[in-house]
């Protein structure tokens, strides 16, 4: 009796985390409120291959980076990623890209909104006492993140 008690158990917990699984994977994991870990990739992240994720609003809070996206698709994995170089041409700019790795198999027939939040933490110091500009492929925005002295 016991043993089809802790059968029974593992069976709806089995269910239970299942039924749970997050809608968005970025980069290996579940997305969340927290900011996350940005990839650094090495090459031209223009011939990146994937499809873009549409980014509509982008802020920065604090050393979070913000971005409002639409996706389509109840789950996604995607990654975010940047090459970490700065372009020093007209302004200290750097460049990221948001893209799916995977879609959901039967993805869901309306546009999904949501907020994901990344780590700047690592890119603080690049331009000390000035601002360096984040540009988004696929997408017009960029935002400045002022750096320290």
Request: glycine share 8%; charged share 20%; with cysteine.
């Amino acid at each position: 009796m016991k043993k089809v008690i802790i059968a029974t158990m593992l069976l709806l917990y089995g269910i239970s985390a299942a039924a749970q699984a997050p809608d968005i994977v970025i980069n290996g994991v579940a997305a969340d409120d927290n900011c996350m870990y940005i990839r650094t990739v090495h090459g031209s992240l223009d011939t990146m291959q994937g499809k873009w994720v549409g980014i509509y609003h982008a802020e920065i809070v604090g050393d979070c980076l913000e971005l409002s996206i639409m996706y389509g698709g109840c789950k996604a994995e995607m990654e975010f990623v940047t090459d970490n170089t700065v372009i020093t041409t007209q302004s200290y700019t750097m460049r990221f890209l948001l893209k799916y790795l995977i879609n959901a198999d039967n993805p869901c027939k309306d546009t999904q909104r949501t907020k994901l939040r990344f780590d700047l933490l690592p890119y603080k110091n690049l331009r000390p006492g000035g601002v360096l500009y984040l540009s988004f492929i696929g997408s017009p925005l960029k935002v400045g993140y002022r750096q320290m002295q």
